[in-house]
């Protein structure tokens, strides 16, 4: 995988992992589940549940990525930037709001897991 700063880039999982979230509204824990990572970026990501999210304006969902034995896991946070279904399963397009160490973390732990899963 190559990674040009000038552009974006997306990794699509080709096996599917499951990572856990936390739906968090007004500081209060709305619900807690486990999703399939579908696709990741170094500024958002596809996850698949069962759990319809509500779709407020200050809905915040909290995710562990812990792709990377090696790496160190990084708790980030977003909110959803659109939702669909597929049967009784639901696709999240997350869009995260983090801080540029963040994302470079995240970009590194992206390119270990894509070297991993050649």
């Not at 990525?65 to 399963?89: A, E, F, K, N, Y």
């Amino acid at each position: 995988m190559r990674y040009r700063r000038q552009e974006t880039f997306r990794y699509i999982l080709p096996n599917p992992r499951f990572i856990p979230y936390r739906l968090i509204w007004e500081d209060k824990e709305l619900h807690d589940g486990e999703a399939q990572l579908l696709n990741i970026s170094a500024h958002g990501l596809k996850m698949r549940c069962d759990y319809l999210f509500p779709l407020s304006e200050g809905l915040k969902v909290q995710v562990k990525l812990d792709l990377v034995p090696l790496i160190q896991p990084l708790d980030l946070t977003g909110h959803v930037r659109h939702r669909g279904q597929m049967g009784s399963l639901y696709d999240y397009g997350i869009r995260l709001e983090s801080n540029s160490d963040e994302t470079q973390q995240l970009v590194t732990m992206i390119k270990a897991f894509a070297r991993e899963n050649q």
